[in-house]
């Protein structure tokens, strides 16, 4: 590498996004943050130093167990395959997998060949992998052929027909009419542009706000550092066991420490095909998980299970919990539950991670959403002119950092408004900063709904039911749900000429334009009209407040009903 290379960051010949100004660069290297690392090298050290260490733990199927020594040849191998298929440095690659041991093979050879993984979830439909293939005219688009009873291979046929760009699709499994990923793999090859540490890695999905996902592009530096700091906050080291429960391409599991800390610190990643506690205690009783993170409505599920359960679940020391806020009284339950530390997480594929520390008074774990990982990264607290508030006020949290992307990738007019002059992000939460430096989060200015960690953007769901042609008007808002925090209510004004229009028949609408099934709406209601703000924009506000309300009363109604019947059932338990 030159030093100019080092200097100029982002390089001017990638307009694709915009990277991190020089000067903040070069302070982010001379800190010790930016180490000049990146993914393809990390692996190739670690197998060095210890290839007979099991990297990977599979237990679909017959069971794989792959060393670090393995791993790092098996990427070798699919890397010089890509390479003679024509995919090369900067070419994009949709990656859509189940939690298998694939995910790593493949994301590890595109790392190394300079080729950026596009993290879809498996959750995502036609809508969504066709508008990731198309928009960053992929190369390829990797699958597994079925995975919870869905036929990926069908969906790939349809992608393909649609996106004549897209070259390849790769399929773990039964190729079907496409190409096997095992006959990918081929001797390995010299790599003779391999990228450079502030080189983009790959493109991680925005849980959004606006009508498309947006793409953000992270480089080996800045998420290497993020892995780092991850790890020493939730003391990951090569004794570790991670059970990745998540789905692994979300950047939760990924990075906070996630898979990719725990083969950075040498440790072990157990992959667990479903989160559910009938599948996750007995591989952490097997494989002596140390450590996992779940979102909020999971980690209500396993605290009640863990109450049962015959697995020995003693080897459990960290459980993180993030992606939505987690209630007070839930975080509370934690360790009696479960014998282990909570760790409360809030962070964003957009770069920002806070984390209570393991050490934090039991108050801070269950009261706050953390702090930040590095002493560089800026918070900011303002309202809603941008203006600092006081300390210990509510307001819009800005962030700018060592591992915060300056823009989205390929958007520079949402860019303009979702970062400041300054290249803050606007995060769109709402918190309050406590005296000893935790963030609260207290709410969101975003148009989305959080449903239990799972992000929906208002606008993306409007304009789907807006196609339906008896629809005038849409507006997706939260509604409360005491199992996932939030859910999705769509209030529609019908046409004045439409005909009977049920909720179900919106439902149907959506799901069939090929979306992930947790953005259907969880409810419909129909109104002649919106309640309007001051301005004339529709009121969400009080849309949110009125569904709140009909829920809150059918909440109370159930618990009288329950009441009687318990007292009709049981009169001589009632006092
Ligand atoms: P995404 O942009 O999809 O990566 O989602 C990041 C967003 O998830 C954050 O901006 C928050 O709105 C939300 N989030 C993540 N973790 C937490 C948490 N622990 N508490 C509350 N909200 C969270
Ligand atoms: O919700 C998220 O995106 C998230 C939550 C916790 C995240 O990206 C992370 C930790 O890194």
Redesign the pocket.
């Known amino acids: 590498m030159t030093g100019t290379a080092a200097a100029t960051v982002p390089p001017d010949e990638t307009p694709d996004a915009p990277g991190y100004p020089a000067e903040f660069a070069e302070r982010y290297r001379a800190a010790g943050h930016w180490r000049g690392e990146t993914f393809g090298r990390m692996l190739r050290e670690r197998a060095r130093a210890h290839p007979d260490r099991v990297a990977i733990v599979d237990p679909a199927g017959e069971g794989r167990r792959w060393t670090y020594g393995e791993l790092d040849v098996r990427a070798d191998r699919m890397a010089a395959g890509f390479l003679a298929r024509g995919i090369g440095k900067g070419d994009r690659v949709v990656v859509q997998l189940p939690n298998t041991a694939e995910f790593f093979e493949v994301v590890f050879a595109l790392f190394r060949i300079g080729a950026l993984p596009v993290f879809a979830l498996p959750a995502h439909r036609e809508t969504e992998i066709r508008h990731f293939c198309a928009f960053t005219e992929a190369a390829a688009y990797v699958i597994a052929d079925t995975a919870e009873g869905y036929d990926y291979r069908e969906l790939a046929t349809r992608v393909r027909a649609e996106v004549p760009g897209l070259k390849h699709v790769f399929v773990a499994g039964e190729p079907g009419e496409h190409t096997a990923l095992s006959a990918v793999p081929t001797a390995p090859v010299p790599v003779d542009d391999v990228p450079a540490p502030h080189d983009l890695a790959f493109l991680q999905l ?2 959004g706000s606006t009508g498309v996902p947006k793409l953000i592009p992270r480089t080996h530096d800045d998420y290497i550092y993020s892995l780092r700091g991850s790890n020493e906050i939730c003391a990951v080291d090569e004794n570790s066991v991670y059970l990745c429960a998540l789905p692994a391409a979300h ?1 939760f599991p990924l990075s906070s420490p996630g898979t990719l800390g725990a083969l950075y610190a040498g440790a072990r990643v157990v992959l667990a095909p479903r989160p559910s506690p009938d599948v996750a205690f007995p591989l952490i009783e097997r494989e002596g998980v140390t450590l996992t993170g779940l979102v909020p409505p999971l980690a209500l599920l396993w605290t009640e299970a863990a109450a049962t359960t015959p697995y020995d679940l003693s080897s459990l020391r960290v459980l993180l919990v ?5 209630s007070e009284e839930a975080a509370r339950r934690v360790r009696p539950a479960l014998g282990c530390t909570l760790q ?7 770069g920002l991670v806070n984390y209570t520390r393991l050490d934090d008074p039991e108050e801070t774990i269950v009261t706050t ?1 953390g702090r930040p990982v590095s002493p560089d990264d800026e918070i900011r607290v303002v309202d809603d002119q941008d203006n600092d508030l006081p300390a210990g006020e509510t307001g819009h949290l800005l962030t700018r950092g060592p591992y915060t992307i300056r823009g989205y990738w390929r958007a520079p007019a949402h860019n303009a408004t979702a970062f400041t002059a300054d290249g803050f992000y606007r ?3 709402v918190v309050r900063l406590t005296e000893t430096g935790h963030l609260v ?1 207290e709410g ?1 200015a975003k148009d989305q709904i ?1 449903r239990g960690g799972e ?1 929906v953007a208002a606008e993306e769901i409007e304009n789907h039911i807006l196609a339906h042609p008896a629809v005038h008007d849409a507006a997706v808002v939260s509604m409360p749900d005491a199992y996932l925090g939030e859910r999705t209510c769509a209030y529609v004004v019908l046409r004045e000429d439409a005909g009977p229009v049920r909720s179900v028949h919106v439902k149907k609408f959506v799901r069939e334009r090929g979306l992930a099934a947790f953005k259907v709406p969880d409810r419909v209601e129909f109104v002649t009209e919106f309640p309007q703000t001051g301005i004339g924009k529709v009121s969400k506000k009080e849309l949110r407040a009125a569904i709140a309300a009909r829920v809150a009363a059918a909440a109370a109604q159930e618990t009288a009903a329950q009441g009687t019947a318990v007292q009709e059932t049981a009169p001589h338990t009632a006092q």
């Open positions: 925005s849980g950047n993030g992606g939505a806020k987690f409360q997480v809030f962070g964003m594929a957009e959403q995060t769109g939460d989060v969101r959080n992000k």
